[in-house]
C-alpha cells in the first residue's frame, strides 16, 4: 500500500504503508521508518512548538524495504552469500559486501515503491518549489539504539533533485544495508543481517553550503562531564565534520546556568575549517572547495547562535530524557541556512559512549618519567621502570585527545581504505581521516591518528564507542610519524593528544568510589589547567581551593596584560607583531585577556559548580611576567622578585592597575554573565590589612563589590603578618587559605629556590606548625573560614592529620594526592565511609 497521505494512521495501517511522512511518526516508530526519520518525526511534532527548528520530509519504510526483498527473491540470495562470511578477514568482507550491494542496486524497485516515492518528492515540489534539493539519508531500523549507534554505517547523498535523482538515491541507500562497514558492526553488535530493515529518509535540505554546519553533544564527549553542551561548527555542508575532513571550531556551554537565563560560553577554539563542501552544478551532488585564510581566521558561529544551539540541545535532551525515562544526553547534528540565517537541527540521537558508563570505578593514566608525572591520578604499578627526568620527552606530534588513556604501539600508515588488509592487530593506525568504510580495522587497533578532523568526526566517535584512545586533527601525523616507528599515544594530559617516540612508561589505576568515605573536613583539589578541569571534577571533592590564574595567563593568554592595553606603543616590533597574530579577531586589544581569563576560570568553575571554586588572582613575580610577551618594557628589574613586587602590591599600583582591571572584568564575566557565582577570589600575597582594603577598593571601582551578588573575597596567609595581624585581616577578608610553601620560606627565612639551603626547607618544622596553629585559632575565633592550598599535606600524611586535629575547615590537595588524603582524613576524624 502506498501513501502519501497525512492523516493519522493506525499502527497497522502504519505497517503496510511504503511512505510515511515525518509528522505521521514519533520515537516509538523506529522498527517503522527507522531511528533517525522517528527521531525527525518526535521533534517535528514534540520540539517545533517549543522553537526548534527542523526540516520536513519523508520516509520510506521497513515494510517497504521487506517488499522489495521479498518481491524479487533476494533473501535467498543474500544468505547464499553470507554463508561464508568472515569479517575479520578484509578481503572476504569486501568481497561479500560488493556482491550484496551489486545485488539490490541491479534489482528494479517494484511499481509501488518508485510510484509513492516519486508522488512523495512531488508533494515537497508543491511545497517549496519545482525540483526542491532534498538530502536522502538511509535510517536502519536498529539504529540510534541507547547502545548501539550505527552512526554513518549506510549512506547519505546531499543537494538531490529531481523525482528521478531521489528514486536513484534511495535505491543506493537500500543497497547500502550491506556496505563493508555495516556487516561489521552489525556482526560485532550481534545484530542479525536479515532482522534489519532500510528505511530512507527524504529531507528538504538547509541551504548551509551558504552558511555553517556541525555537530554538537549535550554532553561532554572525552570526560562524560554532563552538565556541558560540546558545538562544532565549520563551513558548508556538514559531512566535513562528520567524516573529518575538517578541523571545526569547537564551543563549550554550561547547561545549568544557560538554564537559568545566564550566557555561559566557558570555551571557544578557532578551528582551522580549511574546506567546505558545496552543492555541485555538474555531475556529482557535492563538491569541496577551500576557505579563504580571512574566513578561517573567524569564529563560524556568533555567541548568539551558539547560545540558540546550546539551548536547543537542552530542550533536546531534556524532552528524550522524559520519553525514555532515564537521562539521555544527545548527538545532534544541525545546519545554518544561508538563505534566511535560520538555525535547524538535521538529525538527533541519543549519545551512546558517555552515557553507557559507569561511574562507580575512577580510571586514571599516567606518563611515568623519573620525578615528573603526566596525566590525571596516582598510579600504583608500571610494567616498565621510570625513565630519569632528563629523558622526559618533546611530543614528536599533537592534536585533539580522545578518550583519556594512553597506549603504545607501531605505527602503520594507511593513506587508501583498499590497503586495509595490511593492517595487523595492536597497531597504531596513522592515517589522512576515517570513514565508516575503515571500521573493520580500527576495532583491531591499539590507537588511532589523524591528520583531520575534530571531537565530533567519525574516526572520534568511533573511538570512543571502540575505548580506543585517538589523537585527531594532528596536521602532519602522516609526514612526521614513520612506518613502524614505536610509538607511545597519550590522551591523559588534558585536551591536547601528544604522540611520542618510544613505548614510554605508564600507570593505570581504578579506584572504586562507591565506598569512599566522606569527611567533615571539606577536601578541596588545586586545579591548573582548565583542559582537566571537567575530567578533574570525576575525583570525589568539595570544590577547588586553589585555581592559578597564572596558568591560564602564561599558557592560554601568552601576552602581559599592559602589553595588550598600550600595544600601539610597544618598542619590542617582534613582540608588537607576535600580539597582533595572536589577538588577530580583536580590534580592541585588552578584550582578548578578558576573553581568554573570562574562559579559562569559567570552565574550572563550571566543572566544579555549584561547590566552590577559588580563584588566585595572578601572582607571577616580576621576572616571570617579564617573561610574557610585551612583558619587558613593563616589568623592573628586580634582584630578590620573590619578596618584590607582587601580588597585591601590584593591584593598586599605577604600573599595573590597568591589567588588574582585566583581570577583575574577567571574573565580573564569570560571575555575572556566566552566572558562576560559586568563583571566590582570593587576594595573594598582601602584607597589610591596610592593602588588603586598597585591593578591594581597587576591584569594587570595576565592578566586584564585596558582598553584592554574595561576592566573599579570601585572602592567602602565607607571610607572617599574616599570622600575626590575622584578626585584623579577618577584618577585611571573607575568610584564609594557608599557602605553606611561602609560610615556611618566609617562617624560616630559606629561599626555596637555593640549592645551598634547600634541605632546611620543610613545612613540618615546629615554627611552620605553630604559625598554622595560631592562625587556625585566630580565623575560628573570627569566625572567617580557612582552609589549605600549599602543597604540604599532598607531599606529608602526617601534616594531613595535624590540620585535621587544629580543626582547619578545609584542605586543598593536588589532584593525584586527593583520594590518598580523604582516606588519611577520614582516620584521623574517625569517619564512617
Known amino acids: 500500500m502506498a501513501t502519501v497521505s497525512k492523516s493519522t494512521l493506525s499502527l497497522s495501517s502504519q505497517e503496510r504503508s511504503l511512505i510515511l511522512w515525518f509528522d505521521e511518526v514519533g520515537i516509538a516508530d523506529i522498527p517503522v521508518v527507522g531511528g533517525k526519520n522517528a527521531s525527525l518525526g518526535e521533534m517535528i511534532q514534540q520540539l517545533t512548538p517549543k522553537g526548534i527548528n527542523v526540516p520536513t520530509g519523508f520516509a520510506t519504510t521497513a515494510y517497504a524495504y521487506r517488499y522489495f526483498i521479498k518481491s524479487a527473491g533476494l533473501e535467498a540470495k543474500l544468505r547464499k552469500l553470507f554463508a561464508d562470511l568472515d569479517v575479520e578477514d578484509v578481503k572476504n568482507l569486501r568481497e561479500r559486501g560488493k556482491k550484496a550491494r551489486s545485488l539490490l542496486i541491479h534489482t528494479p524497485f517494484p511499481v509501488e515503491l518508485r510510484e509513492a516515492i516519486a508522488t512523495a518528492y512531488q508533494s515537497l515540489c508543491e511545497r517549496y518549489n519545482a525540483e526542491t534539493d532534498v538530502a536522502v539519508r538511509s535510517s536502519a531500523t536498529a539504529e540510534d539504539l541507547p547502545d548501539a549507534s550505527f552512526a554513518g554505517q549506510q549512506e547519505t547523498y546531499l543537494n538531490v533533485v529531481g523525482a528521478e535523482g531521489v528514486l536513484a538515491a534511495c535505491h543506493k541507500c537500500f543497497a547500502s544495508i550491506f556496505t563493508d562497514r555495516a556487516i561489521s558492526y552489525r556482526h560485532t553488535k550481534r545484530f542479525d543481517h536479515f532482522s534489519i530493515a532500510l528505511a530512507v529518509g527524504v529531507q528538504k535540505m538547509v541551504r548551509s553550503d551558504l552558511a555553517t554546519s556541525g555537530v554538537m553533544f549535550s554532553i561532554d564527549t572525552e570526560t562524560g562531564f554532563k552538565d556541558a553542551a560540546l558545538i562544532t561548527a565549520a563551513y558548508g555542508l556538514g559531512e566535513n565534520v562528520v567524516q573529518g575532513s575538517v578541523n571545526p571550531d569547537e564551543y563549550y556551554v554550561f547547561k545549568p546556568t544557560l538554564k537559568a537565563g545566564f550566557r555561559p560560553i566557558i570555551d571557544k577554539k578557532l578551528g582551522s575549517k580549511e574546506l567546505k563542501m558545496i552543492y555541485d552544478d555538474g555531475s556529482k551532488f557535492t563538491k569541496n572547495v577551500s576557505v579563504s585564510p580571512s574566513e578561517r581566521g573567524k569564529f563560524a558561529l556568533s555567541d548568539e547562535e551558539i547560545l540558540q544551539l546550546a539551548n536547543w540541545a537542552c530542550l533536546i535532551e531534556d524532552h528524550y530524557s522524559q520519553v525514555h525515562g532515564i537521562s539521555t544526553p544527545m548527538d545532534i547534528e544541525w545546519a545554518k541556512d544561508g538563505i534566511t540565517n535560520q538555525l535547524f537541527i538535521v538529525q538527533a540521537r541519543p549519545e551512546t559512549v558517555q552515557s553507557q558508563k559507569t561511574g562507580n570505578v575512577l580510571r586514571s593514566y599516567r606518563l611515568v618519567l623519573g620525578d615528573r608525572e603526566w596525566g590525571i591520578g596516582n598510579g600504583e604499578k608500571s610494567s616498565h621502570s621510570p625513565l630519569p627526568d632528563s629523558q622526559s620527552p618533546i611530543p614528536l606530534v599533537t592534536g585533539r585527545a580522545i578518550g583519556e588513556a594512553i597506549s603504545q604501539g607501531k605505527a602503520r600508515l594507511i593513506l587508501d581504505v583498499q590497503k586495509l588488509e595490511q593492517f595487523q592487530v595492536g597497531e597504531v593506525l596513522v592515517t589522512e581521516r576515517t570513514d565508516p568504510d575503515w571500521e573493520p580495522i580500527m576495532k583491531r587497533a591499539s590507537a588511532i591518528v589523524t591528520n583531520s578532523g575534530g571531537r565530533t568526526c567519525h574516526a572520534a566517535i568511533i573511538a570512543r564507542e571502540l575505548g580506543v584512545p585517538a589523537i585527531v586533527g594532528c596536521g602532519n601525523a602522516t609526514e612526521i610519524l614513520k612506518p613502524g616507528q614505536e610509538v607511545t599515544i597519550s590522551c591523559a594530559e588534558g585536551e591536547e593528544g601528544k604522540v611520542y617516540a618510544g613505548l614510554l612508561p605508564f600507570e593505570v589505576k581504578e579506584v572504586a568510589l562507591e565506598n569512599l568515605p566522606r569527611t567533615h573536613t571539606q577536601i578541596l583539589m588545586n586545579v591548573g589547567n582548565p583542559q582537566e578541569a571537567l575530567s578533574l571534577s570525576a575525583i570525589p571533592n568539595d570544590g577547588v581551593g586553589l585555581a592559578r590564574t597564572e596558568f591560564i595567563i602564561a599558557n592560554q593568554i601568552q601576552i602581559h596584560p599592559m602589553a595588550l592595553i598600550h600595544h600601539d606603543l610597544l618598542k619590542d616590533e617582534f613582540a608588537k607583531a607576535k600580539i597582533a597574530e595572536i589577538t588577530a579577531l580583536y580590534d580592541d586589544k585588552p578584550q582578548y585577556f578578558v576573553d581568554r581569563l573570562a574562559q579559562g576560570i569559567g570552565r574550572i568553575a563550571a566543572a566544579f559548580y555549584p561547590k566552590p571554586v577559588i580563584v588566585r588572582m595572578s601572582d607571577f613575580k616580576s621576572n616571570e611576567y617579564a617573561n610574557l610577551l610585551g612583558g619587558r618594557q613593563f ?93 585584623e585581616f579577618a577584618e577585611v577578608f571573607d575568610g584564609f587559605s594557608i599557602g605553606s610553601n611561602d609560610l615556611t620560606q618566609l617562617t624560616l627565612g630559606i629561599d626555596r629556590d637555593s640549592a645551598l639551603v634547600a634541605r632546611l626547607f620543610d613545612e613540618r618544622s615546629p615554627a611552620v606548625k605553630r604559625m598554622v596553629k595560631m592562625v587556625i585559632e585566630t580565623a575560628k575565633k573570627c569566625d572567617r573560614k580557612i582552609g589549605i592550598c600549599g602543597q604540604a599535606p599532598s607531599d606529608y600524611p602526617e601534616f594531613a592529620q595535624f590540620l585535621v586535629e587544629q580543626g582547619i575547615d578545609s584542605i586543598s590537595l593536588n589532584p593525584d594526592s586527593v583520594l590518598k588524603t580523604m582516606l588519611e582524613v577520614a582516620k584521623v576524624e574517625g569517619t564512617n565511609s
Open 635 to 727: 616589568e623592573p628589574h628586580e634582584e630578590n622578585p620573590m619578596l618584590g613586587w607582587r601580588g597585591a602590591a601590584r593591584y593598586y599600583d599605577e604600573g599595573y592597575r590597568e591589567a588588574f582591571a582585566l583581570e577583575c572584568h574577567a571574573l565580573k564575566r564569570v560571575r555575572e554573565d556566566m552566572g558562576l557565582t560559586n568563583v571566590i577570589p582570593m587576594i595573594p600575597f598582601c602584607r597589610t590589612p591596610d592593602e588588603g582594603r586598597l585591593v578591594l577598593a581597587e576591584m569594587a571601582k570595576n565592578g566586584l563589590k564585596q558582598g553584592v551578588n554574595g561576592l566573599q573575597v579570601y585572602v592567602m596567609c602565607e607571610l607572617p603578618s599574616n599570622v600575626i595581624l590575622a584578626e
